[in-house]
């Protein structure tokens, strides 16, 4: 491709004529279209040297304006503050980065731009140029032609709009900024001496761009308080042309479309079912011992974490930022086709291109070539059989990027395709195509007690569901990647973002045949990974990389490489029934869960285990009968994502919750109330569970929330209707009886005087850091200066555990509480021995050892000194190893330690477009002492959105085994605008006085019901509750409306 | 075919031998190693590669480098000379805002942009700022409180200098 920068508009239109010639402005809308599959042109013409290309001007008869005039500057324009509808239209596209690129002009020859329906309705006209032609058309004429290379927008011409009585514009898309249009639409009418002298609608966005002239010619003409909204809205609906897609369907886009119209122009909302009753909320006296988080309110106890200067200038080296001289870069070939027999990998052609250096197949693994935290059924390179789109084929290793690239377009696959299975419930089904030799079912679990037929028999409410999750993607902002090299004693060092530094090392020495202790991982600092780089992602291809080559290699996944190889959290369809006597009490649960595992197993066993243990959240339910089954499919990969299973057991266990409350009587406050598991009773699988149980202080402390007192049922302007919702929260801790789950921890003095704290942790951005510093300082009674983190090497830290499962709070605690002591017992001594005097006369302070009586505080050796005064193989240290408190139930996996939760949600459901916003969260928590205040409001809060996304816009979608939400467009994560406009977050940190577990984790908590409670406010507002995740627009237009 | 572009990357002079078409954010990660700008996704929709192109916030990845021939790019870790940015990453920094810490390149050079251009911005300027930059691990409140924290910061100084 090359570019050509024409300084005359006659020279540009010289250059171009033919399909291999594309103007340019910003480029920012044809750069996604090249994503999207549009053949980049051979030649780009670029119009920035041009003259007067840009610039508003008032101009006889209108408002004239170039078409490189960017849309910031739209934006600010003064003579664009007179066209309300434009200036909507410009502040709606796209974010304010991109606005600073792009062009009007841009906007319109892309032909789906969010500012054609407004300019539609504005009677938009275009100076368009041909060699030796000038010509002004509409815009809506020019738009019925197709893309002609020669010919080239020189303005745009907004006609100065007859006295405009009424005019809207709306773009409705998948959140509530920067999002795709599922449709835009545009009104105005003028009216004059009572008559509406034109109408003009225009739709576009998601939808072909076009005018509504049948719709416009039966307003015309017509007085504006004469006109019948609701004919109009039906001729709307039929007037409108639009597709459906994975997203949305047409339907809905006709609809949403006319709503917004009828609205914007007649003020006419759509017709609205009869809202629910809601009961007046009985306020209770809340909990005078939760304390509030956050900078002012935690006071003393806000600390700066010590990763945040670093993070905050872009000075903190990630694992993929790492550049060195000799380093190759590294690539993976992934699987063409969702499921294949693998005939033949032909690499010859690929290692013979200049500048490769190595390439990798299943040839080159020495060891066991399969992995997976659970079972290892997945390969590291595949061999004979390709299950999912993301399987690693070979790689490469080269000079550069581009090398790299084109080494894979190289390597030939001869392959025999296979048919695919993409639903889990037919891939159960019998004569379904298997996708591993032993069949589909990867697992089957059951539990069962007392007599749920009999209890059902005699139930007095019986409420029955499907509850339907998406495939939520981690969204970790750096994608998988990292470096490996292979060391001058032959180590082999594998450095990428991890969440099990230990656990990498053995998969890897399994996969390599090499012994652990030649294997050393480092899988800090990590930008995020929420369960999604828990299991292995580019370390196999690393290490194989760099062990061939000799070299060290580094390698980052592109997002659309990510998002298909990546694991995402297992689609479940979760059918509940749920039985009460007539007085509320829970009488009966019945639960059957199928799951999707995708290709591998990885963790998701263990995610449909916990969901099952999790089958009766906080509640006594004395009969129980449950299922669940997880599905090999060809649909990408799934495994451990944030709440691991509970949090989709608890919308549906929740929601039947507010569903019997509401068929019985009690309000479901009380209707909780009279269900919560009683205090030192077994757990529910029968094991013995860890004191401090809190869930009646979190029911009173949610009933005694402020939201229930904030505006609800319809909004002042009508177009709203809000709801407040709750969940409880119940989550394990750990990983449970059944699998290995050690802890541990260094604490050492190093030689610069700083005490090291190791912890083979991963610091993932929870604030593992600050949460080590913090408390490994109060339990010595040094300073937070004196503590050096350090986390996430398998060279300079023990083994901890994995960094999942809320489990690394109690690991620091632990730690802290058994070698802190010891250490500073032990720099006391050497102190005291140093200085002549009785150890039992000095203490730690702050800097080092003091007399234990000093008012003064006077350090009487800092510890500095000390380090100074031995030698650095006798610095003092301190270690502890102990396996994770489990519980003693080993039948199925059971946990010990809980950790507690109520959730409120207010939401705004909106009568034109049926989306959801989520107005406040209140998040009340009881975890025990916390370790350190922003680290704590900072995983509540952000768990909080990521639930929100979980529930309001996310699925990863995919058809026939392939992705169609490819990155962050149409997997649509919540932005800015988004979030809530408040959330409040409390902890109750009291234990009781025989627990010895101290504080628990709180990773998981804040997510784990924010989705029961977004539905139960759904609910409030409209009476029905959701049954799918995320919550349909549609699905709420279609409810809302009907007999008025 | 490489074409040589020169532009000045952090107020110094920088010419690459480049593909027209390659991305800004490719070359300052893969060519010139200057690694604070993170590529989060390539298609200028999550903001990790915000950079100033003469003064206003530009995603890298959308930059080809025809583009930024004779512009001025300031990336983080230019910020360094800069009085707005000292306020904004002040504030981020006393809020906690960021957690992985992988997107707070991106936000701070949009709300050093933001600080520069509005005096004291309020919560909902401060909200429409930030649309186009997507953060994982906070729920944005963390930033937003940082970014009016650096408001604040901004403020008190001014007040103290009259």
Redesign the interface.
Same mark, same amino acid.
């Given at each position: 491709?090359?570019?050509l920068h024409p300084t005359t508009i006659e020279e540009a239109l010289w250059y171009s004529g033919d399909e291999e010639t594309y103007f340019v402005a910003g480029?920012?809308l044809m750069?996604?279209d090249w994503?999207m599959g549009l053949r %980049?042109a051979r030649w780009?013409i670029?119009l920035?040297r041009l003259p007067a290309m840009q610039g508003v001007e008032m101009v006889a008869g209108g408002i004239r304006i170039g078409p490189l005039t960017t849309l910031?500057m739209l934006e600010r324009c003064p003579e664009i503050a007179g066209l309300p509808l434009l200036l909507a239209a410009v502040q709606v596209t &796209?974010? %304010?980065?991109?606005r600073?690129?792009g062009t009007i002009g841009g906007n319109i020859a892309g032909r789906r731009g969010c500012l054609i329906p407004a300019l539609l309705a504005l009677d938009a006209q275009l100076e368009v140029a041909r060699t030796g032609v000038r010509q002004r058309v509409s815009l809506f004429d020019w738009l019925q032609t197709a893309r002609e290379p020669g010919c080239l927008v020189e303005a745009v011409f907004i006609p100065s709009p007859k006295p405009i009585a009424r005019s809207t514009y709306r773009k409705i898309g998948y959140r509530a &900024?920067?999002t795709p249009a599922v449709i835009d639409v545009a009104g105005l009418i003028s009216v004059d001496a009572g008559r509406i002298v034109h109408c003009r609608l225009a739709v576009g966005g998601g939808v072909a761009a076009a005018r509504l002239y049948e719709v416009e010619a039966k307003v015309a003409g017509q007085s504006l308080d004469d006109i019948d909204w609701s004919d109009i809205h039906g001729e709307i609906v039929e007037a409108i042309k639009a597709p459906t897609d994975y997203f949305r369907s047409g339907r809905y886009r006709r609809v949403a479309a006319a709503n917004a119209l009828v609205y914007g122009l007649g003020e006419v909302l759509p017709k609205l079912n009869e809202l629910p009753k809601r009961r007046p909320h009985q306020r209770r006296p809340g909990l005078s011992d939760e304390i509030v988080l956050g900078?002012r309110a935690s006071g003393k106890d806000?600390h700066?974490?010590p990763?945040?200067?670093?993070?905050?200038?872009?000075?903190?080296?990630?694992l993929t930022?790492v550049?060195e001289k000799e380093m190759l870069?590294g690539r993976i070939l992934r699987s063409p086709v969702p499921h294949a027999r693998l005939i033949d990998i032909d690499t010859t052609q690929a290692e013979q291109l200049p500048g490769i250096v190595g390439v990798v197949t299943h040839r080159d693994i020495k060891g066991t070539n399969g992995f997976g935290i659970v079972v290892q059924d997945q390969p590291a390179m595949c061999l004979d059989k390709v299950r999912y789109i993301g399987d690693a084929v070979a790689a490469v290793a080269a000079i550069?990027?581009e090398t790299a690239a084109r080494a894979l377009s190289l390597i030939k696959l001869t392959y025999e395709e296979l048919p695919i299975v993409d639903d889990p419930e037919r891939a159960l089904s019998c004569g379904a195509e298997a996708v591993h030799a032993k069949g589909n079912l990867q697992c089957e679990i059951h539990f069962s007690r007392g007599n749920a037929a009999a209890a059902f028999a005699g139930a007095a409410h019986v409420v029955e569901a499907t509850y339907v999750t998406p495939r939520q993607m981690?969204?970790?902002?750096?994608?998988e990647g990292g470096y490996a090299f292979v060391d001058e004693d032959g180590t082999l060092n594998v450095c990428a973002g991890g969440q099990h530094g230990r656990r990498d090392q053995m998969q890897l020495s399994r996969l390599l045949g090499i012994p652990e202790e030649r294997i050393r991982v480092v899988s800090s600092?990590?930008?995020?990974?929420?369960g999604g780089k828990d299991e292995l992602t580019v370390q196999p291809a690393l290490a194989l990389l760099a062990l061939k080559t000799g070299r060290p290699v580094r390698m980052?996944l592109?997002?659309?490489e990510s998002v298909v190889a990546g694991t995402k959290s297992s689609p479940m369809r979760i059918r509940m029934r749920t039985a009460c006597d007539d007085q509320g009490r829970l009488l009966a649960q019945e639960v059957d869960l199928l799951a999707d595992a995708g290709a591998y197993a990885s963790l998701s066993p263990g995610v449909v285990e916990t969901a099952l243990e999790h089958a009766c959240g906080p509640y006594e339910v004395p009969n129980v009968q449950t299922r669940a089954r997880l599905a090999y499919t060809n649909n990408g990969t799934c495994g451990a994502l944030r709440g691991f299973g509970c949090n989709q057991m608890s919308y549906a266990l929740e929601c039947q919750i507010d569903r019997l409350a509401s068929a019985c009587g009690p309000d479901s406050l009380e209707f909780r109330a009279r269900n919560l598991r009683k205090p030192g009773t077994v757990g529910y699988l029968g094991q013995a569970v860890a004191p401090t149980e809190r869930l009646k202080e979190m029911l009173d402390a949610a009933a005694a929330d402020p939201i229930w007192d904030l505006p609800s049922g319809l909004s002042a302007d009508g177009t709203e209707i809000l709801g407040v919702g709750m969940g409880m929260n119940y989550q394990g801790n750990g990983l449970g009886t059944l699998p290995p789950d050690p802890g541990g921890g260094e604490l050492r003095l190093a030689v610069d005087g700083v005490i090291e704290a190791a912890f083979g942790l991963d610091e993932?951005?929870?604030?593992l850091q600050a949460a080590i510093r913090n408390t490994v300082a109060r339990e010595m009674g040094c300073g937070h200066a004196d503590i050096r983190p350090v986390t996430g090497d398998t060279a300079t830290s023990p083994e901890s555990g994995s960094t999942t499962a809320s489990r690394g709070t109690f690991v620091v605690w632990r730690v802290a509480r058994d070698a802190g002591p010891a250490l500073a017992a032990e720099l006391v001594a050497i102190a005291a021995r140093l200085l002549g005097r009785d150890p039992d006369s000095l203490t730690i302070a702050p800097g080092g050892v003091v007399e234990r009586t000093s008012n003064s505080g006077d350090l009487l050796m800092t510890f500095a000194d000390i380090a100074k005064s031995v030698s650095p193989q006798d610095l003092p240290r301190a270690a502890t190893a102990f396996e994770f408190p489990k519980s003693d139930y080993f039948e199925g996996n059971a946990r010990l330690i809980f950790a507690f939760g109520a959730t409120l949600a207010r939401v705004a459901v909106n009568r034109i477009t049926g989306a959801v916003r989520v107005l406040d969260i209140s998040q009340h928590t009881a975890a025990g002492p916390v370790l350190d205040h &922003?680290?704590y409001?900072?995983?509540i809060?952000? &768990?909080?959105?990521?639930g929100v996304g979980f529930t309001l816009t996310e699925d990863a979608l995919l058809n026939r085994g392939l992705y169609v939400t490819e990155?962050?467009?149409f997997y649509v994560? %919540?932005?800015?605008?988004d979030?809530p406009q408040s959330?409040s977050v409390f902890a109750l940190e009291s234990l009781d006085r025989e627990d010895a577990f101290g504080p628990r984790g709180i990773g998981e908590l804040g997510i784990g019901a924010i989705t029961p409670a977004i539905a139960n406010a759904v609910a409030d507002a409209t009476g029905r509750w959701p049954e799918q995740v995320p919550i349909n627009p549609e699905w709420v237009l279609s409810h809302l409306a009907g007999v008025s | 075919?490489k074409t040589a572009i020169a532009f000045t990357l952090n107020r110094k002079a920088c010419t690459v031998d480049v593909?027209?078409?390659d991305r800004l954010i490719?070359v300052l990660?893969?060519r010139l190693?200057t690694?604070? =700008?993170?590529?989060? *996704?390539?298609?200028?929709?999550? +903001?990790?590669c915000?950079v100033l192109?003469n003064g206003?916030?530009? $995603?890298a990845c959308?930059?080809?480098m025809?583009?930024v021939d004779g512009a001025e790019i300031i990336? =983080? /870790?230019g910020?360094?000379e800069d009085a707005e940015a000292a306020y904004v990453?002040q504030g981020?920094? /006393? /809020? $906690?805002?960021?957690?992985? +810490? @992988? *997107?707070?390149?991106g936000f701070?050079v949009?709300l050093t942009a933001l600080l520069s251009a509005t005096k004291a911005p309020t919560e909902a300027e401060i909200?429409?700022?930030? /649309? +186009?930059?997507? *953060?994982?691990?906070? +729920? @944005?409140? =963390?930033?937003?409180?940082g970014a009016l924290?650096a408001v604040e910061l901004k403020g008190q100084a001014a007040a103290a200098s009259k």
């Open positions: 491709m090359e570019v480029g920012t750069q996604l994503v %980049p780009l670029s920035n910031s &796209a974010s %304010p980065a991109v600073n690129r &900024a920067f900078r806000w700066v974490r990763d945040a200067p670093a993070k905050v200038a872009g000075r903190l080296t990630y930022d550049r870069v550069d990027q981690h969204s970790f902002m750096e994608t600092p990590t930008g995020g990974a929420f980052q592109e997002r659309m993932i951005g929870q604030g &922003a680290a409001l900072g995983q809060e952000g &768990a909080s959105v990521q990155n962050f467009d994560i %919540p932005s800015v605008q979030a959330m | 075919m593909a027209a078409t490719d990660r893969e190693a690694t604070a =700008s993170k590529k989060a *996704c390539g298609i200028g929709r999550c +903001g990790a915000m192109m206003l916030p530009t $995603n959308l930059l080809m025809w583009q990336t =983080s /870790e910020l360094v990453r981020l920094i /006393e /809020e $906690n805002a960021f957690q992985c +810490g @992988y *997107c707070a390149p701070t949009t909200r429409m700022a930030l /649309e +186009g930059n997507l *953060c994982r691990c906070t +729920g @944005y409140h =963390s930033i937003v409180r924290r």
